[in-house]
């Protein structure tokens, strides 16, 4: 994380996808996978995603699961290599922001998942939706 972190120059060097039943999809790179875990809100920002209702939720979980059960590695090179203006080659390894992009990007068109994908800015495409959904509701 302090790589990620150093590489990335950003607040966020990490996130993971909550579910609605409590658990989370994890990437690092000690684990790959859905689990339950426990989490100090003190230090992680919640985005919640307008939009998302529960048959999408569960069209996100399977593809998802379909890509866990081809057992992928943690992407330790593409995590830091966007910072030198590479681009994603292999779909055997992943790591945490490009995952969660590339699973809601048929949900959210404007993600753009053919940029580097840190967590920073996927939480900055995140929470500016969310504002721009919140001002759309607010104003009509």
Request: aromatic share 16%; with cysteine.
């Amino acid at each position: 994380s302090r790589v990620i972190h150093a590489c990335t120059k950003s607040a966020a060097y990490h996130c993971e996808l909550l579910f609605s039943d409590g658990k989370s999809l994890i990437v690092t790179p000690k684990y790959l996978g859905i689990g339950l875990k426990s989490y100090n809100f003190y230090n992680w920002a919640l985005v919640p995603i307008p939009g998302i209702d529960e048959e999408t939720e569960i069209d996100i979980r399977e593809k998802c699961e379909s890509i866990l059960a081809k057992k992928p590695k943690y992407d330790y090179l593409g995590a830091i290599s966007g910072f030198f203006g590479s681009k994603k080659e292999n779909s055997d390894k992943w790591f945490c922001s490009e995952l969660i992009a590339y699973l809601l990007k048929p949900y959210i068109p404007t993600l753009d998942t053919d940029k580097w994908m840190t967590p920073d800015r996927l939480w900055k495409l995140l929470s500016d939706r969310i504002d721009n959904i919140y001002y759309y509701y607010m104003n009509n």
